[in-house]
């Protein structure tokens, strides 16, 4: 069955770097796009930026393009986000998903999601 | 910048039928999704491309689209429906994707 396990909680000053983790298993991980969705403590989901592997090509929402890095390794069937310069309101859990894309880079359904990781920014 | 407009609550009792609908100008040319997510717990996909519906996910859930607004139906709600439901699309502004501010559904 397909999984993604995601990295454990972590927590950073104001103005650091996290990278969170997500393994992916039973699945062809060349196959699919993967992404990152954050959800704010008691707030809605949101899109952050996803990755085709197989094309090493990632795009990154506006809200978060210059502070948010996704890439994903092959051969360990891992994507990777990273957010830097954290602030207190990027407290959140982050998702990893697994997606559909066509051949035109475009993204259908996240099918499968990770576990979550919960980040904390705090001084 | 393009939204999603969601209803923030819908309250039906056990048995009754939910809608949950979903708002946007783009909708009649790209597709819609809808996640489900209890508390505490990742979000599920329980309709794809508007209208289908991912194996596991019980016949009672249905999607809907007319022109800019799609729905989701819930027929014969049971308890263990209540959730928070997030309908999802492409953004065309910026080429990415988007989520509605998600609507939360409570069985009496």
């Known amino acids: 069955q397909v999984q993604l396990v995601q990295s454990g909680a972590e927590v950073r000053k104001p103005g650091s770097s996290v990278r969170v983790s997500c393994k992916a298993s039973g699945t062809i991980f060349t196959s699919y796009a993967f992404g990152w969705v954050r959800q704010a403590p008691g707030q809605g989901l949101e899109w952050m930026g996803g990755i085709i592997p197989i094309l090493d090509t990632a795009n990154y929402t506006q809200r978060f393009q210059g502070r948010v890095t996704i890439t994903a390794d092959e051969s360990t069937s891992t994507a990777y986000m990273e957010l830097s310069s954290l602030r207190s309101d990027d407290t959140a859990v982050y998702y990893c998903?697994?997606?559909?894309?066509?051949?035109?880079?475009?993204?259908?359904?996240?099918?499968?999601w990770g576990q979550g990781t919960l980040v904390t920014v705090s001084s | 910048s393009y939204e999603l407009t969601q209803p923030p609550s819908v309250s039906v009792s056990p048995g009754q039928t939910a809608r949950i609908t979903c708002s946007g100008d783009?909708?009649?040319?790209?597709?819609a999704y809808w996640y489900q997510q209890k508390a505490g717990q990742a979000p599920v996909l329980v309709i794809y491309?508007?209208?289908e519906r991912p194996s596991g996910i019980p016949e009672r859930f249905s999607g809907s689209s007319s022109g800019t607004t799609v729905t989701l139906t819930i027929s014969g709600v049971q308890a263990e429906d209540e959730a928070d439901y997030y309908c999802q699309s492409a953004d065309y502004s910026d080429s990415s994707v988007i989520f509605g501010g998600g609507t939360k559904l409570t069985v009496l």
């Open positions: 491309k508007d209208s």
């Open positions: 998903t697994r997606i559909f894309y066509d051949g035109s880079g475009y993204f259908y359904e996240m099918d499968y």
């Open positions: 783009a909708l009649p040319k790209e597709y």
